[in-house]
């Protein structure tokens, strides 16, 4: 009897170890595997179903908050709905929190700090563990609500972007893409709702679900001229003397076709003649000059074929469409990606990051939307200090280029349309980047880059409007762009002291 005692003691002590470490295995060891499993919806449901913190701009306007449902009216089995009160004008910034399709943007690259995961949150938290405080925190932004409305206004309905930083610091004050679409119809409670709504913005052509401003890349066109200038300027090749034959074509090495001007007008003069007018073949001149590797450098100086370090995810690289190898045996393609065609592509973001460091003495800042990071309290958790990414160029170069983007404003392509406020004068560059070949209807984006007050720069601002197909002419640039840039800067300026 007793040897079955024992035995039984034995099997069972066997039995309650296999347990122990089955119950350590899952609860310990896999944990983090289990919670991040796909087919693991608990904790979502638990998550979705709690207290978030707000997303707020530089003057205090919530993006984005939780609000708790009213019981009387609740239709689902959640307590808490997400909302963003300024639809669409922050979507490409905060993007969206929901159940079946995930977080976006801020609201997947701080989640920890809305929903109270930091340490210092839960440390913040430790002494209210029985009374349930809120611990959420709250993201703040640099954006000011002032002038991201002004870039919507003034964008209007046309398709592009406005990007508006401070040249000094690398933050960004406005930001905004169109198309765009609405968060909250994609925060919905109710899934076949949200399912019908993410179904017709992922098959929409226009990518409403991309932000155009830092996610998309395109054909800069002339304000690529910056870049080209300062090489040139860097390395010696050019000089304020220079001067340029007065000509209507030009036949670069390594083809029969010959690059023009646009609209094949004549063009030449000195550096200040040329830049102002936007001439094409100088540019084209000076980068067959410069030649491949000078060039190519050049351009990944500016951070060209290099992810841009952004604190929001998915940003877009630009390039300058090919390494020096690939301009050996094809100087003509160099040469048209002196003046900004072929396969040079850029975001937004970055051209304003290009006349940024031409504001801001040579040196390219990073750029950044999140200022703070804060917990319930009040006590920050994190804030953003602005650090150099880039020195594309000299602080005689970025001087030169102040000059010379300061007639075009005065005497140049911007000069129709590009007037700001109060007498403040702008420097700028427009761009109109041909897409279709000559003898096809016309079609182009039109570009400007410019920053403000010219000499004491605190503004800095691209404006980009994609596939314009009415006529064009030298000027699309300006007198598309230029009236936004234009508006939206003057808006910026009584802002930003």
């Known amino acids: 009897m007793n040897q079955r005692i024992r035995h039984l003691t034995v099997a069972l002590i066997v039995l309650f170890a296999v347990l122990f470490i089955q119950l350590t295995t899952w609860q310990v060891i896999r944990r983090d595997d289990l919670v991040a499993d796909a087919r693991n919806n608990r904790v979502s449901l638990r998550e979705f179903d709690a207290r978030r913190g707000p997303i707020v701009t530089s003057d205090g306007i919530v993006v984005a908050a939780t609000e708790p449902v009213d019981p009387a009216n609740n239709t689902s089995r959640f307590g808490y709905q997400r909302l963003y009160p300024k639809g669409d004008l922050y979507a490409h910034i905060t993007g969206?929190?929901?159940?079946?399709?995930?977080?976006?943007?801020?609201?997947?690259?701080?989640?920890?700090v809305l929903v109270?995961?930091?340490?210092?949150?839960?440390?913040?938290?430790?002494?209210?563990?029985?009374?349930?405080?809120?611990?959420?925190?709250?993201?703040?932004?640099?954006?000011?609500?002032?002038?991201?409305?002004?870039?919507?206004?003034?964008?209007?309905?046309?398709?592009?972007?406005?990007?508006?930083?401070?040249?000094?610091?690398?933050?960004?004050?406005?930001?905004y893409s169109n198309p765009s679409y609405d968060p909250n119809l994609v925060a919905s409670h109710n899934g076949n709702s949200v399912n019908t709504v993410m179904t017709e913005l992922q098959a929409d052509t226009r990518k409403p679900l991309l932000a155009n401003a830092y996610q998309e890349r395109y054909m800069p066109g002339s304000t690529m001229k910056i870049m080209t200038t300062a090489v040139g300027f860097e390395t010696g090749f050019l000089t304020m003397e220079r001067v340029f034959a007065n000509e209507r074509e030009w036949l670069p090495p390594n083809t029969t076709k010959p690059i023009r001007n646009y609209g094949q007008r004549e063009c030449g003069g000195d550096m200040l003649e040329v830049f102002r007018r936007?001439?094409?073949?100088?540019?084209?001149?000076?980068?067959?000059?410069?030649?491949?590797?000078?060039?190519?450098?050049?351009?990944?100086?500016?951070?060209?074929?290099?992810?841009?370090?952004?604190?929001?995810?998915?940003?877009?690289?630009?390039?300058?469409?090919?390494?020096?190898?690939?301009?050996?045996?094809?100087?003509?393609?160099?040469?048209?990606?002196?003046?900004?065609?072929?396969?040079?592509?850029?975001?937004?973001?970055?051209?304003?990051?290009?006349?940024?460091?031409?504001?801001?003495?040579?040196?390219?800042?990073?750029?950044f939307v999140v200022q703070q990071t804060r917990t319930q309290s009040g006590t920050p958790i994190s804030t953003t200090s602005p650090s150099v990414w880039k020195?594309?160029?000299?602080?005689?170069?970025?001087t030169t280029l102040t000059q010379l983007m300061k007639e075009v404003v005065r005497n140049g392509t911007a000069t129709c349309c590009f007037r700001l406020a109060n007498g403040v004068v702008g420097a700028a560059k427009t761009g109109t980047a041909q897409l279709n070949p000559e003898g096809e209807p016309e079609r182009s984006h039109a570009w400007i880059t410019a920053f403000a007050p010219a000499d004491a720069p605190t503004v800095a601002i691209t404006v980009f409007i994609k596939g314009v197909d009415d006529e064009v002419s030298a000027s699309t640039g300006g007198r598309l762009a230029g009236p936004i840039a234009a508006t939206v800067l003057n808006t910026a300026l009584s802002v930003v002291k």
Not at 131 to 154: C, E, M, N, P, Y
């Open 96 to 112: 969206h929190y929901t159940l079946g399709f995930g977080r976006t943007q801020i609201e997947r690259t701080h989640n920890d």
């Open 278 to 367: 936007s001439c094409n073949i100088p540019f084209a001149q000076v980068a067959v000059e410069i030649g491949p590797s000078v060039m190519v450098d050049g351009a990944n100086r500016f951070g060209f074929d290099e992810r841009m370090p952004f604190d929001l995810p998915g940003a877009a690289a630009s390039t300058f469409g090919g390494l020096a190898k690939d301009f050996d045996d094809s100087l003509a393609l160099l040469a048209i990606h002196g003046f900004g065609q072929g396969g040079v592509q850029v975001t937004p973001l970055h051209m304003t990051l290009m006349a940024s460091s031409v504001a801001n003495g040579g040196r390219m800042m990073k750029p």
């Open 391 to 398: 020195t594309p160029m000299s602080p005689a170069t970025a």
């Open 116 to 175: 109270g995961k930091t340490p210092q949150q839960q440390l913040e938290g430790a002494g209210d563990l029985f009374s349930r405080a809120d611990t959420t925190g709250s993201v703040h932004l640099t954006i000011d609500s002032r002038i991201q409305q002004a870039a919507k206004d003034a964008l209007g309905r046309r398709e592009g972007s406005v990007v508006v930083t401070d040249p000094t610091t690398g933050a960004v004050l406005a930001m």
